[in-house]
């Protein structure tokens, strides 16, 4: 579904370039849900734009669904992979089905009543009531704006989802929620999943495999247990420090919790 070789990204600034991804190797398996972890500066959002072709590298190679990206740029990269931003990204003056419509309506060739049915189904799949259609943005909390962009990022039934930071901002019970409605679609809809997350417990409950971004590359992949054990400073810090040991404990102690 995924496959990059060779990646450099680099940034240009007054004084000096900065390098942040060099010879950068990544690749992902349709079905698989694998999440990239680093640490501040390591590129990760960057590597999400650069799959959606939003962003481009100084050199390498990145192949979405079989083709460049740039390719698939061309034909619409919209209707095969679909993007849920940290904060939503939802337009405030549009009202919940108006955003979660707006990429059926840009295509300008569906009649609007199928628009319409088309983003009523998305909006009850990802949990939301048909009544939340005419709230607005700023009408709703943290998880229901969450939930809409979710909707709007499926509305075309991409193969592909890429999510940013999925729970950032919610409290534990909507992050809860969140992630339980993530697996449930993940199976349902059969979706190849690229995740960027912070949040171990989200981590630990749906990733099939974890790639650690460090040392401008991915450094290790591969299921949680072999990438705990992989001897490297970030990974030590970030799974087996403090907060990484209470998240493991909670998972081995209540591992249907969610």
């Known amino acids: 579904m995924v496959e990059i070789r060779g990646l450099r990204t680099e940034f240009a600034g007054p004084a000096r370039t900065t390098v942040i991804h060099d010879g950068l190797n990544f690749a992902v398996q349709r079905g698989e849900v694998v999440s990239l972890v680093g640490g501040s500066g390591t590129g990760k959002t960057v590597l999400l734009r650069q799959i959606l072709g939003l962003a481009h590298p100084a050199a390498g190679s990145i192949r979405v669904l079989g083709e460049p990206v740039q390719a698939l740029g061309e034909r619409g990269a919209a209707g ?35 628009v319409h049915q088309a983003a009523m189904v998305k909006l009850q799949m990802v949990g939301l009531q048909p009544e939340d259609a005419t709230k607005m943005p700023a009408d709703l909390s943290g998880g229901m704006i969450k939930r809409v962009a979710l909707a709007r990022a499926l509305v075309m039934d991409p193969p592909l989802l890429l999510l940013d930071e999925p729970t950032a901002g919610l409290d534990p019970e909507s992050s809860d929620g969140f992630v339980r ?23 630990f409950e749906l990733s099939t495999r974890i790639a650690v971004l460090a040392d401008r590359r991915v450094v290790v992949t591969g299921p949680p247990k072999d990438v705990i054990a992989f001897q490297h400073p970030f990974v030590h810090e970030f799974f087996l420090g403090e907060r990484g040991q209470r998240a493991m404990e909670l998972l081995r102690e209540y591992p249907f919790a969610v």
């Open 181 to 203: 409605l993530l697996r449930s679609l993940h199976r349902e809809l059969g979706l190849t999943v690229v995740m960027v997350t912070h949040d171990l417990d989200t981590l």
């Open 80 to 114: 095969r992979i679909g993007m849920l931003f940290q904060h939503g990204a939802l337009f405030s003056a549009f009202s919940v089905l108006e955003n979660i419509a707006f990429p059926l309506r840009e295509l300008r060739t569906l009649p609007r009543r199928l």
